[in-house]
């Protein structure tokens, strides 16, 4: 009666996608008929299918949701009584459902010809331990991480870079790639190595078995033996492997010991040539200083880089010396000259591979190691033990660690980072072009309408003019009608000697 009262449980199930409709509904009915029998409830099952759009797990999530009621039902379908049983033994209940329901699909899976199987254990127990389990990512992870992928498939230029993947699915991504790692080193080594503590347990409790076993037929005996002779051939051919492992184990140690040891000693040829011009660059800002302070009676730098009398304080002509720097070209060159470090170092990093190298370096030590053998390691001779000669080998493989992997990575976040101002340009490029072409057609379309403003106006002009001139021709002509019209007057009208 209460309003937060729990009313129904909920298993969520992924369906495997290899099947067909019909077969995961067997599945849903088979594990739903079990759970009934077995707890007396009412289930109700859906199952989902993935969305329509093509990104949804690449078609693959179908699963289910099954309910069920916390009440039993009775025989004439009414539910009863509570039961604590899914509180009290949760996690046991939860423990043989997941078999039950990897049972289930296994079954269907084995019935349909296929291949794929489940299994509803952890890692660990499995008996992989070395292997992680992932997070739950949820859908809004799920819908980042699709929208990320999305946009790693267009063109740089062209991609969204406020779209980052979420801090659990990184997680994930840094857990599967790890556990990649340690499956495939549990493949080389399980597979190689231990197999040979493994197998010959088995051949003995097998041995024993036989032994224990009495009135064996003449054709049991000889079906025994053929066993045992097999399991031996096994065994030899799993020493073998081991043998075959352990000696390409040695002898990439002492290839990939070698190259790096070569490229080790390139690289600081390479380090030290820079640090020589890191010191002749600021040597030449050190001497343009006290070249400066030597004349600053004769004349002194102003700014803009020009000389300046020290007397009448006007612009003089001085000729510079070779040496000659500013704080800014000694910046620039210092730049210059890293960038030039780092490219020669990163170009001989792909040549020799380095990276790849050092890592399968790592693997053969270890495996060396864990069957108990010496490292084959590079060891200074008498003489370069009396020069103190530095000799690179797998011992100084920490030098890797500290002064060449930093710089291989602060190059490519260089490269990465020129990359990105180098395409914000770009897009700052398009963006002034594109105003340059609003400026223009918004000027063009003024000069457009001055000039029809200006047109407009002579032709208004022009028009008052006519009706001007026109005026005039009607005033003139109305002027001679008149004239035309008056009576004449004597011609001694205005003769005062005339008289009548």
Request: with cysteine; aromatic share 8%.
């Amino acid at each position: 009666m209460k309003a937060n009262a729990r009313l129904a449980k909920e298993y969520i199930c992924a369906l495997p996608h290899e099947l067909t409709d019909a077969e995961r509904i067997k599945i849903v009915d088979d594990f739903c008929r079990d759970f009934v029998n077995k707890h007396n409830v009412i289930v109700d099952a859906c199952i989902h299918a993935p969305h329509e759009h093509n990104d949804e797990t690449n078609n693959k999530n179908y699963h289910v949701h099954m309910m069920f009621t916390t009440r039993l039902i009775n025989e004439k379908g009414e539910l009863g009584k509570k039961q604590r049983i899914f509180n009290d033994h949760g996690p046991e209940i939860l423990k043989d459902s997941r078999a039950t329901f990897a049972n289930v699909v296994n079954t269907v899976l084995e019935n349909a010809g296929l291949d794929e199987r489940i299994d509803h254990r952890s890692y660990k127990d499995q008996g992989l331990d070395f292997l992680e389990p992932t997070h739950h990512e949820g859908h809004e992870a799920t819908a980042l991480r699709r929208q990320y992928d999305e946009e790693q498939k267009r063109p740089l230029e062209e991609r969204n870079t406020e779209i980052v993947l979420p801090r659990i699915a990184l997680e994930n991504d840094a857990i599967k790639a790890k556990n990649l790692d340690a499956a495939r080193e549990y493949q080389q080594i399980i597979k190689g190595l231990d197999q040979e503590i493994i197998v010959p347990s088995r051949l003995e409790d097998q041995i024993t078995q036989l032994e224990n076993e009495l009135q064996l037929t003449e054709a049991e005996e000889k079906e025994l033996l053929a066993e045992l002779v097999n399991l031996n051939l096994e065994e030899e051919r799993l020493q073998e492997q081991q043998v075959q492992q352990i000696d390409n184990a040695y002898d990439d140690f002492i290839r990939c010991q070698d190259i790096y040891a070569e490229f080790a000693n390139q690289f600081y040829t390479i380090q030290s040539n820079a640090a020589d011009n890191q010191k002749q660059i600021e040597s030449n800002l050190t001497k343009t200083k006290r070249w400066l302070a030597e004349n600053k009676s004769d004349f002194y730098l102003h700014t803009n880089n020009l000389f300046y009398d020290s007397y009448h304080h006007t612009y003089r002509d001085i000729k510079k010396p070779d040496f000659y720097a500013t704080e800014k070209s000694v910046e620039q060159a210092k730049n210059e000259n890293w960038r030039e470090y780092a490219t020669e170092v990163e170009q001989l990093a792909k040549e020799y591979d380095i990276e790849n190298v050092v890592q399968r370096l790592g693997q053969c030590s270890e495996i060396l190691e864990n069957n108990g053998i010496e490292r084959p390691t590079i060891k200074p001779s008498f003489w370069q033990k009396l020069k103190r000669e530095y000799v690179h080998s797998f011992d100084t493989l920490h030098d890797f660690n500290d002064d060449m992997s930093p710089l291989l990575k602060a190059k490519r976040a260089d490269d990465l980072k020129i990359e990105q101002e180098r395409m914000q340009q770009v897009r700052q490029a398009e963006v002034d072009r594109q105003r340059r072409i609003e400026n223009d057609r918004r000027e063009s379309e003024f000069r457009e309408q001055l000039r029809k403003e200006r047109e407009q106006k002579e032709q208004r002009y022009e028009q008052e003019r006519h009706e001007r001139e026109h005026l005039a021709f009607l005033k003139r002509q109305e002027l001679e009608k008149q004239q035309k019209n008056e009576p004449k007057k004597p011609e001694n009208e205005n003769n005062n000697d005339y008289r009548p």
